[in-house]
């Protein structure tokens, strides 16, 4: 095979275009929709969560559809480029020197980086702040399981300590039922003392907490749960927004091939 064959061979090779990264069903705004009610059931902080929420998500998702039809329509025009027998990238003559035209992939690449980076920085700041809310909900059904009047009583504290402790194998028992019946002196005393002096053991202490919560806050555990379901989601739509720039990348490589397979061909029509 002479040394022009090898050239063409390489030319002929069909161009491989970049596949876009299409936006996942999954991380699509339209989800937390069903969420907005019993979020906003536990007050200020829920409604914040689902405003900032289904903002972020409307947004992502639709920076993403624009740079995937941006994307669908330099491949279309590249696809018909090729199938009409010219290169990706063109060519010209600067300073003496022959210099390879950027191509539309080189054009996508500079535009969508830098709007997609933009918009995960952003859409990271609200993931941090639907945490800070959701914490806030915790803070909120914690202060709801403390009891002043237990508070400020050692004596009831020990007294129930001391009958928990004595009921053996059953204080775990009576010390989840008191949560589930709203037994604040209980309540406050289990998750205030350590769980050895009442025969518990710490998981215990923690199903009590989380009967406790649910019990007596049951709007802000449940919008609490919800929160988690946001927070997938989002977290989600935030790998896929690093995917969407990651895959950019691939185009600045286009760009790279075309460029070098237009100054390839140039050579062998040279040497030919």
Known sequence: MT??????????????????????????????????????????????????????????????GQVLEAENAVNVAQLALQKSGNGAAGLVQKDGKIHAIPTAYAELASSADPAIAKEQ???????????????????????????????????????IRNHLKSLGSKASYTAIKAATDRDMATIHTVLTSPAVLM????????????????????????????????????TLASRTLGKKRDSINSYRLADQQAASDALSKLHGIARA
């Open 3 to 64: 040394e022009q064959q090898k050239t063409n061979t390489k030319i002929d090779k069909p161009f491989q275009m970049p596949k876009p990264i299409a936006w996942p069903p999954d991380a699509e705004a339209r989800h937390l929709v069903p969420l907005a009610e019993d979020l906003s059931a536990a007050g200020d902080a829920g409604a914040a969560i689902f405003e900032i929420a289904v903002r972020a998500m409307e947004r992502a998702e639709k920076t993403a």
């Open 121 to 159: 920085e952003r859409f990271d700041a609200d993931i941090r702040k639907v945490a800070s809310y959701r914490d806030a909900l915790m803070k909120q059904m914690d202060k709801a399981l403390i009891c002043p009047r237990t508070n400020a009583d050692n004596q009831l504290r020990s007294d």
């Open 199 to 234: 025969g518990l053991k710490p998981q215990d202490v923690e199903t009590v907490r989380d009967e406790a919560r649910k019990k007596l806050c049951p709007a802000t555990y449940k919008a609490h749960a919800k929160t988690g379901d946001v927070l997938d989601r989002m």
